[in-house]
């Protein structure tokens, strides 16, 4: 396929520029998202054992709702049933709880012993795992814009730009995309090798790239769209809101919950119920989540899907599936929450999305390199400009890789150390973060990037040794690790170790006996501070 160099010029620059104002930000929201895939299991990971209740059977549940509400003034209101073997069977707030972010949210844990008693405990609930869901959707960016994140717009905004970058790639690949779809050329240096998997991951990936990019703008300013459609409905409103029920319902007019499984049953097909939640129980408005799920299904979400309801009369308010044949707009609005938080093909499924996500952020890494790499072809000496891009995408790329697997090492550490651990998880990844940025500007890309990766390395071993330290020292084994997903935690922390140890190496390497002008090669000055005892490459 041939098309006019001029034209290719001008997608080329489209895609450079795009590619390059946004990147960093998508490097951060793709990192955060792979691993959020497994948000609750690193919550879990990162709970003691100590602090999960036994299990109960489903028919002792009625039992335990009695009890709990009759001693528990705030179980009365509202709590948690949950049907997972590994935490506790009900739970409800003392202390913080609503929407969003919550670092101070105190949570009570209530089971029955084997003998009928009732046993409560209350903690501090863990939120590591959506802390790092957070950082998928801000990049770490604070502050509020109205009630919305400014990270989310910021990443709304970028994710118009990655749509651009991706159309204004392909195009500029087409008329050598066959000839060179599956080349990898090492033998042609490290810049063709670098180039020539970064549009091989780009192209296999695109269907996934154009999907994240268009739900991201949709969740990003889904208020300015609804508030387009809701033009032409003039007063009326775009949704209807649950109207508030005449009757004032009390908790001791509550149904059985096998009669809430069983309408489950009756509203879904082969859909099995993960937990309830309940709220308003004493009040003209109570409400129960019920989350379901179905593995061969496309569901809403990783998690599942919901049904919203009356506890008391079972009247459906809200559900992400379709309550009947004709219901086109659910599925249609949970498929666009489903293709970005990958709700479908179960397990599979989400180490698909695992992995697609790391790529993803490879691909902003090694664009903003390629990106580098070009200008320094064209200057003998190297511009300031050109310099401080290069410590900006090594500092914030491996900074919040770092900043990230600190945090998840510090984890275990806060609570053997016994303190608060929710406000030292953003203050470590803050701390971490801009150190690592300020070594990037204050050491240079090259020399930053060798210790980062290192440090990055040594950070996740350092979590499965951790773990170990634990399980071998009986007064301070707070975890057990009979979950798959703990061990799994231990085991990707592993992968990671050594994948970024010989990429350090290779970093190394390049920066002593690659191109002297590169931008990561490190000066004469340098190796020899290094290697005092090893010539130095220098012409």
């Keep these: 396929m041939k098309i006019r160099g001029d034209i290719l010029r001008t997608y080329q620059s489209i895609h450079t520029w795009t590619g390059i104002i946004a990147g960093l930000v998508l490097f951060i929201g793709f990192y955060a998202g792979s691993l959020s895939m497994f948000e609750e299991e690193i919550s879990y990971w990162a709970t003691p054992s100590s602090q999960h209740l036994p299990q109960i059977s489903v028919e002792k549940f009625d039992e335990l709702i009695t009890k709990a509400s009759a001693d528990f003034e705030k179980a009365q209101q509202g709590f948690v049933l949950n049907f997972d073997e590994a935490v506790s069977p009900l739970t409800w707030t003392e202390e913080g709880g609503g ?70 790639g392909i195009i500029f690949l087409l008329p050598t995309l066959v000839k060179s779809f599956f080349a990898l050329r090492k033998n042609k240096g490290a810049n063709r090798f670098w180039l020539d998997s970064h549009n091989l991951i780009g192209v296999i990936s695109l269907p996934f790239h154009i999907i994240i990019a268009i739900t991201v703008v949709v969740f990003a300013f889904h208020d300015a769209f609804y508030g387009g459609l809701s033009v032409g409905y003039g007063d009326k409103p775009l949704f209807e809101q649950p109207k508030k029920s005449a009757v004032t319902y009390t908790i001791d007019k509550l149904p059985t919950i096998n009669t809430y499984l ?79 938080f990958g709700g479908y093909g179960g397990d599979l499924g989400r180490w698909l999305y695992f992995i ?32 401080f891009m290069a410590s900006l995408t090594i500092g914030v790329c491996l900074g919040s890789i770092l900043a990230v697997a600190v945090t998840l090492l510090a984890s275990k550490w806060l609570y053997l150390m016994g303190v608060q651990t929710n406000s030292y998880y953003t203050s470590c990844y803050y701390l971490v973060f801009f150190v690592a940025l300020i070594y990037a500007f204050y050491f240079g890309a090259a020399k930053s990037a060798i210790h980062l990766l290192y ?22 084994s707070l975890w057990e690790t009979k979950q798959v997903s703990s061990i799994m935690v231990e085991l990707v922390a592993l992968v990671f170790s050594g994948t970024f140890y010989y990429a350090a190496v290779k970093t190394q390497r390049r920066a002593y006996y690659g191109e002297r002008n590169s931008i990561w090669a490190l000066s004469c000055k340098e190796q020899f501070e290094v290697l005092a005892n090893t010539k130095p490459r220098c012409t």
């Design 262 to 340: 069983n309408k489950v049953n009756e509203l879904t097909d082969g859909y099995e119920v993960e937990s309830m939640a309940f709220s308003g129980l004493n009040s003209a408005r109570p409400s129960v989540g019920i989350t379901i799920i179905n593995k061969q299904e496309m569901m809403r979400h990783s998690s599942g899907d919901f049904i919203y309801m009356n506890p008391y009369n079972f009247d459906v308010s809200f559900s992400s599936i379709p309550m009947n044949d004709v219901d086109v707009y659910t599925p249609l609005v949970a498929s666009f929450f489903s293709l970005h």
């Design 356 to 387: 697609m996500g790391l790529l993803g952020a490879f691909l902003f890494y090694s664009g903003n390199l390629l990106w580098l790499e070009k200008r320094r072809q064209k200057q003998v000496v190297q511009t300031k400009p050109n310099r």
């Design 99 to 168: 929407r969003g972010l919550q670092l101070s949210h105190i949570v009570r844990h209530a089971t029955l012993s084997p003998q009928g008693d009732l046993i409560t405990q209350a903690n501090l609930s863990n939120e590591l795992g959506d802390l790092i869901d957070n950082l998928h959707r801000t990049a770490g960016i604070a502050g509020k814009v109205g009630h919305e994140d400014l990270g989310v717009l910021v990443l709304g905004g970028a994710a118009v730009l990655y749509f651009l970058a991706l159309v204004s």
């Design 455 to 476: 440090a990055m390395s040594l950070a996740c071993l350092l979590i499965p040794i951790t773990t170990l330290f634990t399980l071998v020292i009986p007064s301070i």
